[in-house]
């Protein structure tokens, strides 16, 4: 019987040799046996064996590339790194889910609804529970005076785990790695958060603690903004740096990021604040929505140079670049297309290695799109593209999801060993705070 979850787990060897390698295969093994089986019991039940549980045996001939992209898809699905479905709801409806025309199983505005997630083979993504940047002339140079950020982001996580329960014949929250494969394995869209921005912390780490409680399992350091902990690469070039890099408090939000099991997301960093945490980060790291610098010059986009330090080598940190399909990242006025996007993730395998790529479409969250990548419906196209240019399925099946999945496992691994370890969390507070009693305190 041929191993459908292997899929989503495509590359074992990645890690290198030895007893860990071994002990992993183990668990993986035992892991794979059970959710095969709860795969074929729901295959079974959904009357579905001929075409979906041999579909090598049943159509090895087949070599059109959309047929292959969506068979390989049946097991392997998308996990996009970055949705922000949660944003739209807010801006277009006020967060109210009975508006009359508010449904996500009838055609939604912009990218994103329930038939069009089905048609694109989606079986999981992270729900962005985004809120922009406050107004600096309000906020202050030191980040000090009060914004709604941190409320604004609490309505957010409201809003996405609503959603996900008013809709959970489709939608499943997912927590950890195990939760997305058994919610994939049920035919539910595997529901992850992550925040995208530490100015929606308010710049406490313990804040951080709360939304790690709420659902959150990534969130990016920056958004286009800098704050208390890391530098933005902005939006335009030329981006003033303020701590170069990553403050000392910064490290230690890696540190506790690290700790609970919280993914670093480094897209929207600058390339000095990526560095740091490349070098720095015990855990596996991602860029949830970023493309390469090198097909398309845009601060946004990765440069090799930032990438030569992904790897499983020593010196080099694990990690998963999910590519982002923004017209204005990918391309020059008018020229994104699907071909184009295509270019951005070969490109980023060839300098990281085809298990370092994934997909972070940023839907909802752009005002326009490629040709050929229009909504969620599109992301076979793409998949059958790449077969087309010589990706083999196994390879497709670490960029469709694999390859993140592999990444949250580490971080959940080292989340586990922080943890047995008594690592203390992070008490660390904003040194420029005036609200609470400083070091000096612990010093009468
Ligand atoms: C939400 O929308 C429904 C339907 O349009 C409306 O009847 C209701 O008053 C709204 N709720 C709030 C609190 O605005
Ligand atoms: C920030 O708050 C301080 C203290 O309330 C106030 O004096 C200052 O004007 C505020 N700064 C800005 C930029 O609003
Ligand atoms: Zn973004």
């Given amino acids: 019987?041929?191993?459908?979850?292997?899929?989503?787990?495509?590359?074992?060897?990645?890690?290198?040799?030895?007893?860990?390698?071994?002990?992993?295969?183990?668990?993986?093994?035992?892991?794979?046996?059970?959710?095969?089986?709860?795969?074929?019991?729901?295959?079974?039940?959904?009357?579905?064996?001929?075409?979906?549980v041999l579909p090598w045996a049943a159509s090895s001939t087949s070599e059109d590339p959309m047929a292959v992209a969506l068979q390989l898809m049946e097991h392997s699905p998308i996990i996009d790194g970055h949705i922000d479905l949660p944003i739209l709801v807010r801006s277009l409806y006020a967060n109210n889910l009975s508006t009359d025309s508010f449904d996500l199983?009838?055609?939604m505005p912009a990218h994103v609804d329930i038939p069009r997630l089905r048609k694109g083979k989606v079986g999981g993504f992270f729900w962005s529970v985004y809120v922009s940047c406050p107004d600096p002339a309000l906020e202050g140079p030191d980040?000090?005076?009060?914004?709604?950020?941190?409320?604004?982001?609490?309505?957010?996580?409201?809003?996405?785990?609503?959603?996900?329960?008013?809709?959970?014949?489709?939608?499943?929250?997912?927590?950890?790695?195990?939760?997305?494969?058994?919610?994939?394995?049920?035919?539910?869209?595997?529901s992850l958060i992550g925040v995208e921005g530490a100015h929606q912390i308010g710049n406490s780490i313990a804040v951080l603690r709360q939304y790690h409680a709420l659902g959150a399992r990534?969130?990016?350091?920056t958004h286009t903004c800098h704050n208390a902990f890391a530098d933005s690469c902005g939006y335009y070039p030329g981006k003033e740096p303020l701590h170069n890099g990553l403050s000392s408090l910064g490290y230690r939000l890696v540190d506790e990021m690290n700790r609970l099991g919280v993914l670093v997301d480094i897209s929207h960093t600058s390339d000095a604040t990526a560095t740091d945490v490349l070098k720095y980060s015990k855990a596996p790291v991602i860029w949830s929505h970023s493309s390469s610098r090198a097909v398309h010059e845009h601060v946004r986009n990765v440069p090799d140079n930032v990438l030569e330090l992904v790897g499983t080598e020593d010196g080099k940190k694990d990690a998963v670049i999910m590519?982002?399909?923004?017209?204005a990242f990918v391309?020059?006025?008018?020229?994104?297309?699907?071909?184009?996007?295509?270019?951005?993730?070969?490109?980023?395998?060839?300098?990281?290695?085809?298990?370092?790529?994934?997909?972070?479409?940023?839907?909802?969250?752009?005002?326009?799109?490629?040709?050929?990548?229009?909504?969620?419906?599109?992301?076979?196209?793409?998949?059958?593209?790449?077969?087309?240019?010589?990706?083999?399925?196994?390879?497709?099946?670490?960029?469709?999801?694999?390859?993140?999945?592999?990444?949250?496992?580490?971080?959940?691994?080292v989340a586990n060993e922080l943890q047995a370890a008594g690592t203390e969390p992070a008490y660390d507070l904003y040194e420029k705070r005036p609200d609470l009693p400083s070091r000096r305190h612990q010093e009468l």
């Fill in 105 to 107: 199983h009838a055609p």
């Fill in 1 to 52: 019987m041929p191993d459908e979850t292997a899929y989503l787990i495509p590359d074992k060897r990645v890690r290198g040799n030895g007893a860990y390698t071994r002990k992993r295969a183990t668990v993986l093994g035992g892991l794979t046996t059970v959710l095969a089986f709860a795969f074929v019991v729901f295959v079974f039940t959904r009357d579905r064996l001929s075409t979906t």
């Fill in 143 to 190: 980040f000090l005076n009060a914004t709604w950020r941190v409320r604004d982001t609490l309505e957010q996580f409201d809003v996405a785990r609503l959603l996900i329960n008013k809709y959970s014949d489709t939608f499943e929250l997912a927590l950890t790695s195990t939760d997305v494969k058994k919610a994939i394995a049920n035919g539910k869209i595997a």
């Fill in 323 to 327: 590519v982002n399909f923004a017209p």
């Fill in 218 to 221: 990534y969130m990016t350091l």
């Fill in 331 to 413: 391309a020059d006025p008018g020229q994104a297309t699907l071909d184009v996007v295509a270019d951005h993730v070969d490109h980023l395998a060839e300098v990281t290695g085809k298990q370092h790529v994934g997909i972070g479409s940023d839907y909802d969250g752009i005002d326009s799109t490629p040709v050929g990548l229009e909504d969620v419906s599109t992301y076979p196209a793409l998949i059958a593209e790449l077969y087309k240019r010589g990706w083999s399925k196994d390879e497709l099946a670490g960029l469709t999801g694999g390859n993140l999945l592999r990444v949250l496992e580490g971080a959940e691994k």
